[in-house]
């Protein structure tokens, strides 16, 4: 391909309104040089995305430079996604009839291990252990468009783990402060992690209530599958006048009013 010797004009126009989530215009023009990599690069590792690229003068910025901007500069992560759906919102407004889709998958990274949030386990989809990540995903859609409007990675659960290395190195007292000192701050580290853990029903609501806090989709009704059907999510939608559908498990079993 050719060499990119500077952001496309279409690809910097609609990165112009995030600039507000970034610290410095120098860190931004790396994160706009990077996002016109992944679009145009048909390599899409940072490397790749580095080797295409022309900068003007005799002094180019370091392959690392880009990295710390992108993935370790102190922008505003948190603002990232509220700001996106304020951008769209606009653009989804006199479009007819809208759904707003609450959706999970598990995104593979056999190469990834040490990828925060990677969990080894079973793939009921692909019937075999694997390393994934489990995401819950919302978009936007009518007839004209679709845009993604969160996504969330699932922290992994350790609590089995955590459990037996703390069943297996139990005392029954300390004589040292500095032992005792050690053990309580594993508890304290167990207790944290465990509240923190959230299902990813428990995502989907919490996504649910952002946006309709946020109000920039107030037309739109919800979308998604029973593997996010919850009684919690759905009487929160109704509570604030949304409609939704979703699958309904059938089974012989099921009494309605005990009949």
Not at 98 to 103: H, R, Y
Not at 234 to 242: M, N, P, Q, S, Y
Request: hydrophobic content about 40%; proline content about 4%; overall charge neutral.
């Amino acid at each position: 391909m050719l060499p990119i010797v500077g952001v496309p004009e279409t690809i910097r126009r609609g990165l112009a309104p995030y600039r507000e989530v970034f610290c410095r215009d120098a860190g931004f023009e790396h994160v706009s040089r990077y996002m016109t990599g992944l679009l145009l690069s048909p390599n899409k590792t940072l490397q790749g995305l580095y080797d295409v690229q022309v900068w003007a003068g005799d002094h180019a910025p370091s392959r690392r430079a880009m990295h710390a901007a992108v993935f370790e500069a102190g922008w505003d992560t948190e603002a990232l996604m509220p700001r996106h759906r304020a951008v769209i919102a606009p653009e989804h407004r006199g479009r007819g009839r809208e759904v707003l889709s609450l959706d999970w998958t598990y995104a593979h990274h056999e190469r990834g291990p040490k990828i925060w949030g990677i969990n080894k386990a079973w793939d009921h989809v692909e019937k075999r252990l694997a390393l994934y990540q489990t995401v819950v995903t919302a978009v936007i859609t009518n007839r004209g468009c679709l845009d993604g409007v969160e996504v969330v990675v699932q922290q992994p659960s350790v609590y089995e783990e955590e459990m037996a290395y703390l069943r297996e190195t139990t005392q029954e007292s300390y004589e040292q402060m500095a032992r005792a000192q050690g053990r309580l701050l594993e508890l304290l580290h167990h207790l944290i992690h465990r509240r923190a853990y959230k299902k990813r029903t428990e995502i989907a609501l919490a996504i649910a209530q952002q946006l309709e806090e946020e109000g920039h989709f107030p037309q739109a009704n919800y979308a998604f599958d029973n593997g996010l059907l919850t009684l919690d999510l759905t009487r929160f939608l109704e509570r604030v006048g949304k409609h939704w559908v979703s699958e309904v498990e059938c089974s012989r079993h099921i009494q309605w009013y005990g009949q």
